[in-house]
Nanobody
Framework: QVQLVESGGGLVQPGGSLRLSCAAS????????MGWYRQVPGDQRELVAT???????NYADSVRGRFTVSRDNAKNTVYLQMNSLKPEDTFVYYC???????????????WGQGTQVTVSS
């Protein structure tokens, strides 16, 4: 079994910061790209940021310059540092990891359970 557990969400005032973490655990052979997505219930999930195993990051235009994605390969963990938060950043944030469970199976996507981020005064 593979599990992705997120933490770090909450309520923050506009202009504030939050740091999300997502740790993968279980039967893992390797992890390729990891990333963060966000969604309002009933709407489509949108990409926030992704990062390759080698550290190459990609961002949505709406967060570039304010959010920073990073990862610790030794801990199978991806982070999202969110600065200068705006009310329009209010979403449920999900992490995703491309995980190969053994050397003999294909890589597939695994998702975390989601963590709520609310930006409000």
């Amino acid at each position: 079994q593979v599990q992705l557990v997120e933490s770090g969400g909450g309520l923050v005032q506009p202009g504030g910061s939050l740091r999300l973490s997502c740790a993968a655990s279980g039967s893992i052979f390797s992890i390729n790209a990891m990333g963060w997505y966000r969604q309002v219930p009933g709407d489509q999930r949108e990409l926030v940021a992704t990062i390759t195993r080698g550290g190459l990051a990609n961002y949505a235009d709406s967060v570039r310059g304010r959010f920073t994605v990073s990862r610790d390969n030794a801990k199978n963990t991806v982070y999202l540092q969110m600065n200068s938060l705006k009310p329009e950043d209010t979403f449920v944030y999900y992490c995703k990891a491309e995980i190969q469970r053994t050397a003999w199976v294909l890589t597939r996507d695994y998702w975390g359970q989601g963590t709520q981020v609310t930006v409000s005064s």
